[in-house]
Structure formats: C-alpha cells, structure tokens
C-alpha cells in the first residue's frame, strides 16, 4: 500500500533551522499534489505549504511565509519543507499529505507525522 514517510524531525531553539523529508512508496507520486500539515496540542490540523506535481506552484499558510520553503523531487518521490527562524507557535506534529486535489481540501494519504519541538 501507499506508505508516506517523514523524518527530520526533532527539538530546536528558537530562531533555528530544521528540514523534513517525506518519502513516498508505491504511489505515482508525480501525480500528486503534496503537502505538509501541522496539529498543535489542543489544536485543529492546519495546512502548512503545498506543491503542485510540477513543483511550478507552492502555497503557504500566512503563518509561515518568508520562513518556510516547501519543494520536491520528482525523481526521488520525495517532498521536502525547510524551516528557518522557527518559534515556539511552530511546535507541532509535522504531516506529509498527498492529494489529487490542487487545494489539498481532501486528502488521499497521510503520513504518521514527526514532532518538531521549539524551545525558548
């Protein structure tokens, strides 16, 4: 079946960098729209970025704009989301998403998720 995989996740400081990885197994991943998600604790999942199969269009939640970049490799069915000047707001359980859907509003799979910690 269709397997997402994140990692890179883990607990960093305020102001500082992380990059996550999501793998796709056994999806026709350049046919996909892709994306990332975040849930808080006692939060709603919200959309964090997205990317079209061509990677010519992304999105990004206002909340994240100049500070998250999301990108992917066709070739590696991999999609990517670099995070710079984290803050603590952004302490969330990270999801890869994959979606035939532009706006993502229904989502076809879902990663397990990787926590991504930030700390004052």
């Known amino acids: 079946q269709v397997q997402l995989v994140e990692s890179g996740g883990g607990s960093v400081q305020v102001g500082g960098s992380l990059s996550l990885s999501c793998a796709a197994t056994?999806?026709?991943?350049?046919?996909?729209?892709m994306g990332w998600f975040r849930q808080a604790p006692g939060k709603i999942r919200e959309r964090v970025a997205t990317?079209?199969?061509?990677?010519?269009?992304?999105t990004y939640a206002d909340s994240v704009k100049g500070r998250f970049t999301i990108s992917r490799d066709n070739a590696k069915n991999t999609v990517y989301l670099l995070m710079n000047s984290l803050k603590p707001e952004d302490t969330a359980v990270y999801y890869c998403?994959?979606?035939?859907?532009?706006?993502?509003?229904?989502?076809?799979?879902w990663g397990k998720g990787t926590l991504v910690a930030v700390s004052s």
């Open positions: 990317i079209r199969p061509s990677a010519s269009i992304t």
């Open positions: 056994r999806l026709t991943f350049g046919n996909y729209h």
């Open positions: 998403a994959a979606s035939t859907m532009s706006t993502m509003n229904v989502v076809n799979f």
